[in-house]
């Protein structure tokens, strides 16, 4: 019996079926009961305590889902995500605190800004290469800081930051920072809108595997006719607005923003999610933004020992998972698949 012949224009050469559409339902109903089996662990446990990690799990998700598109997907090493947190966290802060805008309308505004801002930081990044970009970048994140401080006459508040963010109002009720089932809700909706975002429209889209395409062969994609410039400032600038989005939401969930949310903390944490959890391989991000926001709360009486078992947690990752928690299991699945069809 003769085997059947597979049509090769059905599915382009060397491209995971992930990216051309196929099991988009199946993914996108396991990525929704995922989390709806996150919302009821949530809400079965039911302890302020649980609700503010699980809040953190979702606002980290979203950040880090924006970071894995750019240094992940598209190849672009990026150290300004938290840069584009901080833009967003300061643009709603600004907008709610001094412009007298609601929360609703601040955060919304304050991702534009965000988006702006990232595309900014894109136009010089686009003409650099590798390690360039990364210096760029980086530089960008230590600078802020500094800029924030000496600017308390433009609304930042200097040193102290700004105070007092008003809660989210909606449907005539307010939402205080108390009422962490409410912001537990909230958080997990925008995570889901966020990631699904990133993962199920961008990287599914024609965009997508442009990004795909720069990342691993640049000169032929090029050759083909993908405009990588424009591509990569685009990337930036949904990354950047997502990333800010979710900064904006923390910002008011704390009611406070400050110069911190800059600080090394903030940024090994960032860098540790992203090494344990896996580049460019989903849900890989995700499955290390949860260990390491439940391994800190775990970690936190060690105080300053903390950062020096999260140092030694990425050099254990590093050397024993160097494709993260999502190539470890991406190669467990495949094993499987191919024991139990060997022809």
């Known amino acids: 019996m003769t085997k059947p012949i597979q049509d090769s224009r059905s599915r382009p050469a060397g491209l995971s079926s992930r990216f051309t559409g196929a099991h988009y339902l199946r993914d996108s109903l396991a990525f929704l009961g995922c989390a709806m089996a996150f919302l009821a662990a949530g809400l079965v446990i039911g302890e302020n ?27 672009v090493f990026n150290y300004a995500q938290l840069v584009f947190f901080a833009v967003g966290a300061y643009g709603s802060a600004m ?31 686009a003409r650099l290469k590798g390690e360039y970009v990364a210096l760029f970048t980086f530089a960008v994140h230590l600078a802020l800081p500094s800029i924030l401080q000496q600017t308390r006459g433009l609304g930042t508040g200097g040193s102290t930051g700004i105070l007092g963010l008003p809660p989210i109002s909606l449907f005539g009720q307010t939402f205080y920072a108390i009422d962490k089932q ?26 997508g595997l442009a990004l795909l395409a720069m990342r691993d062969a640049p000169a032929f994609s090029e050759a083909l006719g993908v405009n990588g410039r424009r591509y990569q400032i685009a990337a930036f600038a949904i990354s950047a607005a997502i990333t800010a989005f979710a900064g904006a939401f923390y910002a008011h969930y704390t009611a406070v923003v400050t110069p911190r949310i800059l600080g090394t903390e903030f940024f090994l944490m960032a860098m540790v999610m992203l090494a344990i959890g896996g580049m460019g391989r989903f849900p890989g991000a995700l499955l290390g933004v949860c260990v390491v926001v439940i391994g800190n709360e775990v970690l936190r009486s060690f105080d300053s020992y903390r950062l020096v078992a999260l ?28 024991s139990a069809d060997p022809t």
């Open 49 to 75: 305590y649980v609700f503010h990690i699980l809040i953190l799990i979702c606002i980290w998700s979203a950040v880090i889902a924006g970071w894995d598109l750019l240094i992940g997907y598209a190849g």
């Open 95 to 125: 907008l709610s605190v001094s412009g007298g805008l609601p929360a609703l309308a601040a955060i919304p505004l304050a991702a534009g800004i965000g988006g702006l801002f990232g595309a900014l930081i894109a136009i010089p990044s």
């Open 182 to 207: 409410a912001w537990f809700l909230m958080a997990l909706i925008v995570a889901v809108i966020c990631i699904y975002l990133i993962y199920f429209v961008v990287l599914r889209s024609r965009f």
């Open 311 to 338: 140092g030694l947690i990425v050099i254990g990752s590093v050397i024993f998972l160097p494709d993260g928690l999502g190539g470890f299991l991406s190669g467990r699945m495949k094993k499987r698949a191919s």
